[in-house]
């Protein structure tokens, strides 16, 4: 059976970051009152209905001998949870990739670090929106006001003396650009190869049309020209850090045209992508448009479920009427990822 799917798997809701563009929500909105249809693609950082360790355990034992090539651990902040590093070592264990989405700052608590690398994580992808710390500290508020930029800087150095010369895990930044802050894509890049990582990558910011900072943080056509040149510049002088390759950054400018319209073809989701949420709710792809479209009669989770078999009767690819600038973002976890992942920049 070949290996050929990328799971997301969003294992834990909370997180110690409260960043007001976060596909889970604004935890004190969701206090006063939880988004409807909790549970159905909706995600929240309050854990309602978070999967039992246990129950995660013996999915992951399944993935061995399936078609699941790669798992992107996301959150929430899932190293914020003691029983993620068990299960990442089952997963290393049934042979897939593993790749870490983190804030960073668990990073630097003892040992944390040290264990990745003794497992053999494949990557580990941390967040920062600006290389200006006041300014990251905006835009991504600690919940606590007592971590932010520097104890993130902290955490990727950390892992870095971890793995010393060693090959890996590979360690990689990712920043969401928004609108008003074009120059992140060169500046968070260049800070990125003054750390030492091995990998960047630069996000368009997606929300939805009805969010609050819609208007405030998405790009629109009038912003193409300077995202533009900042792109140019990047893959000019990429200051030794490996990159999504140029379709992707097409992409990036293509998708800031329009917010949510157009169709993709030969999509991935639900053919190369799955998103788990963490109820164990098994969606084609993390896009809340899809997800939405989902009929009842073909809504799966991974609870009970045998990831050899679970995948059975996926299409090569699709085409997808539900585009939003998510899709863009999904291309580096599935089809870029060995690029990131190789051994040496490009």
Request: glycine content about 8%; aromatic content about 6%; some cysteine.
């Amino acid at each position: 059976m070949p290996r050929d799917i990328t799971l997301l798997w969003a294992f834990r809701s909370p997180c110690s970051f409260k960043c007001p563009h976060c596909y889970f929500g604004e935890l004190e909105e969701h206090k006063k009152a939880l988004p409807q249809g909790l549970g159905l693609g909706v995600l929240s950082h309050i854990p309602l209905n978070d999967l039992d360790w246990t129950v995660m355990a013996r999915f992951a034992e399944t993935l061995a001998d399936s078609p699941v090539e790669r798992v992107i651990i996301a959150g929430g902040e899932p190293l914020d949870w003691m029983p993620t590093l068990p299960l990442i070592k089952r997963i290393k264990q049934a042979g897939c990739q593993v790749v870490i989405a983190t804030n960073g700052v668990p990073l630097t608590r003892a040992g944390i670090a040290e264990r990745l690398v003794d497992y053999g994580v494949d990557g580990i992808s941390v967040s920062l929106d600006s290389a200006d710390a006041i300014i990251n500290d905006e835009l991504r508020p600690s919940r606590s006001g007592r971590v932010g930029y520097n104890e993130v800087l902290a955490g990727i150095r950390t892992l870095l003396d971890a793995r010393g010369s060693g090959p890996g895990p590979r360690v990689g930044i990712y920043t969401v650009v928004m609108r008003n802050r074009p120059q992140e894509i060169t500046d968070v890049a260049r800070l990125a190869s003054d750390l030492g990582v091995d990998y960047y990558v630069p996000q368009p910011i997606s929300l939805a049309p009805d969010h609050k900072l819609f208007d405030e943080k998405c790009h629109t056509a009038e912003d193409v020209p300077a995202v533009e040149e900042q792109l140019r510049r990047l893959q000019a002088d990429p200051n030794g850090l490996a990159l999504p390759d140029p379709t992707y950054m097409r992409q990036f400018v293509a998708s800031i045209t329009s917010q949510d319209s157009g169709r993709v073809s030969d999509c991935f989701g639900g053919a190369q992508l799955f998103f788990v949420q963490p109820d164990g709710s098994l969606w084609d792809c993390p896009s809340d448009r899809r997800i939405a479209a989902t009929p009842a009669s073909a809504q799966r989770s991974i609870v009970g479920a045998d990831a050899r078999t679970l995948f059975d009767g996926r299409p090569a690819c699709t085409d997808c009427s539900h585009f939003s600038r998510d899709c863009v973002n999904m291309g580096p976890l599935v089809l870029g990822m060995p690029r990131l992942l190789a051994q040496e920049a490009t």
